[in-house]
């Protein structure tokens, strides 16, 4: 079956310090895939995504993520965490053959040491 | 554009009490669909719909019902509430064609005693 999977349950960053998180995808062909993130209390919202193209891809809050269909893998990263990044972030890719319906991982929660 | 909304924000209910989960957006997206988040869970997919008066089942649809009679609104219903439907619930919508990003209710915080 089709899964997303975060290797990290949590992470723990120094603020000003960079940050990667890790997104890996099981589908033959390029697939949609997506970075949200949930802020305490709150609903998802979309950060970035990719469908094709430039395999870097940049979004909202200064995060981008790239793309590597070798190692199908599609990492979060932002060159300098700030205190307002602490959040539950989570990867999700389009179903194969309905790209509506969204395959999602179980998230990374992020913690920020000032 | 108030986006996706969802009501009531909390709710508490008995076990075999029912209630309806409302979301309505109001951007024309026909695409709508129900998850519920739990900890360590993710996000499961409980009901979908593609546009008015089409809906089908998620990943985890047993005991909910959906119905969407117009665009705007995707109700959720709860048969026969359970403990383990204790969970937070959000409503997202989305166009069919052209832009994939999924729009996000508040959430409803559920729990059943």
């Known amino acids: 079956a089709q899964s997303v999977t975060q290797p990290d349950i949590h992470i723990t960053v120094s603020e000003g310090a960079s940050l990667e998180l890790r997104c890996n995808y099981s589908?033959?062909?390029?697939?949609?895939l997506f970075w949200y993130v949930q802020s305490p209390g709150q609903g998802l919202q979309l950060l970035l995504k990719y469908f094709s193209g430039d395999t870097l891809v940049q979004g909202i809050k200064g995060f981008e993520a790239e793309f590597k269909r070798s190692q199908s893998s599609f990492n979060l990263r932002k060159p300098s965490v700030h205190w307002s990044d602490a959040a539950e972030y989570f990867c999700?890719?389009?179903?194969?053959?309905?790209?509506?319906?969204?395959?999602w991982g179980l998230g990374t929660s992020l913690a920020v040491n000032p | 554009n108030a986006g996706v909304t969802q009501t009531p924000k909390f709710q508490v209910l008995k076990t075999g009490q029912s209630m309806t989960l409302q979301c309505a957006q109001d951007m024309n997206h026909e695409y709508m669909s129900w998850y519920r988040q739990d900890p360590g869970m993710g996000l499961r997919l409980i009901h979908y719909s593609v546009g008015a008066g089409i809906t089908d089942q998620g990943e985890v649809p047993n005991g909910y019902n959906v119905s969407r009679s117009t665009t705007e609104d995707f109700p959720l219903r709860l048969l026969s509430a359970a403990p383990s439907q204790t969970s937070v619930y959000f409503c997202?919508?989305?166009?069919?064609?052209?832009?994939?990003?999924?729009?996000f209710g508040p959430g409803t915080r559920l729990t059943v005693l």
């Open positions: 589908y033959g062909a390029t697939p949609y």
């Open positions: 999700a890719s389009g179903e194969a053959g309905n790209n509506r319906k969204l395959i």
């Open positions: 997202a919508s989305s166009q069919t064609s052209g832009d994939n990003e999924q729009f």
